[in-house]
């Protein structure tokens, strides 16, 4: 079992940045898959960004890559999503989830709470 909890959403104007951190507890923090999703309102929740356990890997959605960078610091238990040049479209609830595998799909195993962020155009 392992809990999630993220921080660092808030509003932001377009063309700015945000950090989101993800902390984790529980089980060994180094032995999960870590991701990144979010949903806006109306829509599904969509693939953000994934990190392998040891960080060395890593996936992005096409809608973000160049923008976004996922990171972790397991001696931290914490996953981090640098979002940099943001627009209104990345406005959403984003969610850190914990899993197995790496996978681009909503089929991880715990999920946190969600962080909102807002983008103002």
């Known amino acids: 079992q392992v809990q999630l909890v993220e921080s660092g959403g808030g509003l932001v104007q377009a063309g700015g940045s945000l950090r989101l951190s993800c902390a984790a507890s529980g089980r060994t923090f180094s032995t999960y898959v870590m991701g990144w999703f979010r949903q806006a309102p109306g829509k599904e929740r969509e693939f953000v960004a994934t990190?392998?356990?040891?960080?060395?890997?890593?996936y992005y959605a096409i809608s973000v890559k160049g923008r976004f960078t996922i990171s972790r610091d397991n001696a931290k238990n914490t996953v981090y999503l640098q979002m940099n040049s943001l627009t209104p479209e990345d406005t959403a609830v984003y969610y850190c989830?914990?899993?197995?595998?790496?996978?681009?799909?909503?089929?991880?195993?715990?999920w946190g709470q969600g962080t909102q962020v807002t983008v103002s155009s």
């Open positions: 989830a914990a899993g197995e595998v790496v996978r681009t799909t909503p089929g991880y195993d715990y």
């Open positions: 990190i392998s356990r040891s960080g060395g890997v890593t």
